[in-house]
């Protein structure tokens, strides 16, 4: 993996937790999602996300906590998108919706950009680790 795809990923993944905060504190403002302390968990979710390309960096777990964060983030935009993630189809009835479903889709892109670029890092792990081991490793 280059050093270009390591910041890409990693301003991809960024990216995406901003607009999932973006995305989730509308939901919050209009009444869709609860802003009580029961939501201590999403911020946990946010943290471990961030954790990711930011702490862990060119480790495996790095990569696949970006991995997995890139799947969530699609996650959420595919939940709005099928139309269980509309509540009720409420969202249409407020001010303010292109707001809504521009973080969304926005946050799936770049959410699923990062987990592409952390796979390939998984990849080139793997590569790299077969080829101390003595095996053959391809090359990138």
Do not use: C
Not at 5 to 32: P, Q
Not at 36 to 64: F, H, K, M, N
Not at 95 to 124: E, K, N, P
Request: proline share 1%; glycine share 16%.
């Amino acid at each position: 993996m280059t050093i270009k795809d390591k910041a890409i990923m990693t301003i991809a993944s960024v990216l995406s937790t901003l607009l999932f905060v973006f995305h989730w504190s509308d939901e919050i403002s209009r009444g869709l999602e609860p802003g009580t302390l029961q939501a201590a968990g999403g911020i946990a979710i946010l943290v471990v996300w961030l954790s990711g390309p930011l702490v862990l960096g060119d480790r495996r777990s790095g990569y696949i906590v970006t991995l997995v964060g890139g799947i969530f983030g699609l996650g959420v935009l595919l939940l709005h998108m099928s139309g269980r993630g509309l509540v009720g189809g409420r969202i249409a009835n407020t001010s303010g919706q292109f707001f809504w479903v521009w973080t969304a889709i926005t946050m799936g892109v770049s959410s699923t950009i990062a987990g592409i670029l952390a796979a390939r890092g998984l990849w080139s792990l793997r590569s790299r680790s077969k080829g101390a081991s003595g095996e053959f490793a391809t090359s990138n």
